[in-house]
């Protein structure tokens, strides 16, 4: 009997300390500590917080971005302890994700005290992330990909230019463009949810220059009228053709040069570009 008693206590000693490792395994997080190491602790929003969306990067691994009972936001990507913190965020919601480069780049947007719209651009490689955090506290931007896939343009209206944020090559550079036919930097909302541009595409109207920045759709060209046939047994059907006397040889003429191709138009010109500095987390430390 006291075999018996010694065999399940051991067992249930056992599960326990399982569970416990399990809970360990699953609810521990490390986080900076802002002084160039990292806290660990219990991963709250793992074990009793709320899952808000998730997202795929490129590798095939998942990240989340979770919400602890405190109302602390985070991201934790599958399969890593470490954690990607928005310390200042009161609410938030992952409002783009696109694969750029090497790299799977998500747009969290937030919302800080005292400022509607702060982004947030993490660019994750495995557990490699570079984060840099952008906005006016007033706009959304326009987020653009390149053809190629290997650049993104994030847009904020600034007067009469654009700022314009471009990742490319792990780097995010600040620039100021021009603003190209058919943005309205007045738009409000000057982006959707999804960061996409709202609205129709518009061209400016040429020549307005007492209302600049105003857009207009521009008017449909109108199709030219078709040649009227004539009807049969009218005079000129009836009318026999004259026989065309044979073309001569043209003389000898001296052709112009053909004219030269019209040169493509140039790109925006870029003025005052820097690099970002991101902080770099590693999500395997």
């Known amino acids: 009997m006291t075999t018996y008693k010694n065999f399940a206590s051991a067992h249930w000693r056992t599960l326990i300390a399982g569970v416990a490792v399990g809970v360990l395994l699953t609810g521990c997080a490390m986080t900076p500590n802002g002084r160039g190491g990292v806290m660990v602790g219990l991963d709250t929003a793992e074990l009793f917080g709320t899952p808000l969306s998730t997202f795929r990067l490129r590798d095939g691994t998942e990240g989340t971005l979770r919400k602890d009972p405190q109302g602390k936001y985070s991201i934790k990507l599958s399969q890593a302890f470490r954690v990607v913190p928005l310390a200042n965020a009161m609410t938030a919601r992952v409002a783009r994700v696109e694969n750029v480069g090497e790299r799977t780049v998500v747009i969290v947007e ?37 053809a190629d896939a290997k650049s993104l343009n994030i847009d904020f209206p600034n007067y009469n230019r654009l700022a314009r944020m471009i990742y490319t090559d792990n780097r995010l550079l600040n620039a100021s463009v021009a603003v190209p036919p058919g943005v309205d930097t007045r738009a409000q909302p000057f982006a959707d949810d999804a960061l996409r ?50 073309a001569r040889a043209p003389a000898a003429v001296s ?19 820097e690099e970002i500095k991101p902080v770099v987390i590693d999500l395997r430390k």
Do not use: H
């Open 110 to 146: 937030t919302q800080e005290r005292g400022c509607a719209y702060r982004y947030e651009v993490l660019a994750f490689q495995g557990t490699d992330v570079l984060q840099w955090t952008v906005g006016n506290c007033k706009d959304r931007p326009r987020v653009e990909l390149a």
């Open 197 to 246: 541009a709202t609205g129709p595409v518009i061209a400016t109207l040429p020549g307005s220059g007492g209302d600049s920045g105003r857009v207009i759709p521009a008017p449909p060209a109108a199709a030219p009228a078709p040649a009227a046939a004539p009807q049969a047994g009218s005079r000129a059907s009836a009318r026999p053709r004259r026989q065309e006397t044979p």
């Open 255 to 273: 052709l112009p040069a053909p004219r030269a191709a019209a040169a493509a138009p140039a790109a925006p010109m870029i003025f005052q570009a």
